[in-house]
């Protein structure tokens, strides 16, 4: 076996032993559960409900994605070609609404829309997205040459023609795979809907959860969990697709050779970019004035139980629960993707399909139902020599799982970047295979593997819907303790709930920060 093989086994397996196998054994009870095998799946598939429920999942899913690309393309033109000050806390503001847990957010929408309904829940869906189109498009904008676009004006081209006509052909690849990224977080939100829309707007995702949790339908729930595998695996396809396109043209332009100070009527859309952060901080600024409505009483409570005991645990053994998980899961999706990055750098340069393929079976976790996950670990891993079911082990694999195709769209665009002349000039100085791999590709996507590192953690820090389904009552983590608080009754129980929000927003905040110290700041998507 070749020394990539080996390298690409690790993550294969662990995917293979905790996504597939406990996805498949869900879906495998669901469907033999009755006896005529697959007759419930078929009545679930054919029923109008489902009809509905798969119109407002995939309508909801494409408004948001469609306001996250408007909003976030005037977002990629400044962070991409504009020379300002205060650019790097531009990024900041940018990514932290894409790295908030789901309930902050959720709660956050419900403070400013306390009826609930559809518009909430498409703001908060294509309010976490905007980082996804500003930061995907805005780093490969960055590398487009910009002396196609001034020829095009020197012709007599308006400025609107020579963006229609020679930017944005360049830059549509990244728009493209933005939006299916976009597409793909909306349609399978979980904790937006599950407290914007209560149980009048529902989801295949909260509908998987309801039949699961409540129903106990396992039947229609892997009908639904067919459903929405099949319209994951199509648009990781497409994203796929676009992201190959897209990172060729990495190299073209360094940022620093195309960025300048705004001229004429691009100060409109440095205007528009502005007026969108401003957008974006509206929620955070009204989740912190409701935490502080009644002074400080929630956060100084959260040192205990709540009203009449609603936890188990304190507010605070709740915090060190979520940073020891959030630690135990970024080191293994570090390994993870880390290994899953250098075979992928590797199988694109011989232009291999199976590179392609794997490339798709790690994002799958981004897509399949938390609660099919959860509920599958249940069902298949007692048959393990160690049965794992009880440990406190499978939160941080869960967790794992969702933020290890993170780590991968991180460092991948680094290493593939990477100068195939350097490895081979170290290689001619007789450097073998594993010093080349640690003095030139770790040298060179060390601050990459940093940052990736740094968003896996507050990713992991707070996940909701795998977490809310695997974490013991005596263990939780601050996100599920969130989400407990704000369904019990009691005025304390709510300011403890919207005081442990904005403790988590302060958390990512300080490290998303951090972090762009450390981001490679001419790759990578994230």
């Known amino acids: 076996m070749s020394p990539l093989a080996l390298v690409g086994l690790l993550p294969l397996v662990f995917l293979g032993l905790f996504f597939a196998w406990p996805v498949a054994s869900i879906v495998g009870l669901g469907l033999t559960s009755t006896s005529r095998p697959g007759s419930a799946v078929l009545d679930v598939l054919t029923d109008s409900e489902t009809l509905r429920l798969v119109g407002f999942t995939l309508g909801q899913a494409a408004a948001a994605t469609v306001i996250a690309v408007l909003a976030g393309m005037p977002l990629a033109f400044v962070l991409a070609r504009c020379k300002l000050p205060g650019i790097g806390l531009l990024r900041v503001a940018v990514v932290v609404p894409f790295v908030l847990p789901t ?25 976490f997205n905007i980082a996804v189109v500003a930061r995907t498009v805005g780093g490969l904008w960055a590398h487009t040459d910009r002396r196609g676009e001034e020829a095009a004006r020197a012709l007599g081209a308006s400025r609107w023609r020579a963006f229609v006509s020679v930017v944005l052909p360049a830059i549509a690849p990244a728009i493209l795979s933005a939006a299916a990224v976009a597409f793909l977080f909306c349609a399978t939100s979980f904790g937006v809907v599950l407290m914007l829309g209560g149980g009048q707007y529902r989801t295949l995702e909260t509908e ?24 994951v695996v199509a648009v990781l396809i497409i994203g796929a697709v ?85 630690s135990d899961a970024t080191v293994l999706a570090m390994l993870l993707g880390v290994l899953s990055a250098v075979v992928l750098s590797q199988l694109s340069r011989s232009g291999a399909l199976i590179g392609e393929v794997f490339d798709l079976a790690l994002m799958l976790p981004l897509g399949v139902s938390a609660v099919t996950l959860g509920f599958g670990y249940l069902v298949a891993l007692g048959s393990l020599p160690l049965d794992l079911r009880a440990s406190p082990l499978l939160v941080p694999f ?82 599920v303790v969130i989400a407990t608080l704000i369904a019990r009754p009691g005025e304390l129980n709510n300011d403890m709930a919207y005081a442990a929000c904005v403790v988590l927003m302060l958390v990512t905040v300080a490290a998303v920060a951090a ?12």
């Open 242 to 326: 676009t992201r190959r396109r897209k990172e060729t043209a990495l190299g073209m332009r360094r940022h620093r050779e195309i960025a300048r100070r705004p001229v004429g009527g691009e100060w409109v859309v440095v205007g528009v970019a502005s007026a969108v952060v401003v957008a974006l901080t509206v929620p955070v600024v009204s989740l912190v004035a409701r935490s502080l409505s009644n002074g400080f009483a929630g956060y100084v409570a959260l040192a205990g139980h709540g009203d009449q005991a609603t936890l188990q645990v304190s507010g605070l053994d709740a915090v060190w629960n979520s940073v020891r998980a959030a």
């Open 103 to 127: 309930v902050v957010v959720g709660l956050a929408f419900r403070v400013l829309m306390p009826a609930g309904g559809v518009a909430p829940i498409v703001l908060a869906n294509a309010f």
């Open 398 to 479: 869960a967790q794992a799982l969702v933020i290890t195709p993170l780590v991968v769209r991180t460092v991948l665009p680094v290493l593939r970047a990477v100068d195939e002349r350097l490895r081979q000039a170290a290689g001619t100085l007789g450097a073998g295979r594993l010093r080349v791999w640690r003095e030139i590709d770790l040298g060179l996507a060390g601050r990459a593997l940093v940052a990736a590192a740094g968003f896996g953690y507050v990713v992991a820090l707070g996940e909701f819907g795998a977490t809310s389904f695997l974490a013991r009552p005596d263990a939780p983590t601050l996100p």
């Open 515 to 526: 972090i762009e110290g450390f981001r490679a700041s001419s790759v990578g998507e994230f």
């Open 208 to 231: 998987i959860y309801l039949r699961t949790v409540e129903l106990f339908d396992l039947p229609g729930a892997a009908a639904l969990s067919m459903l929405q595998v099949t319209t």
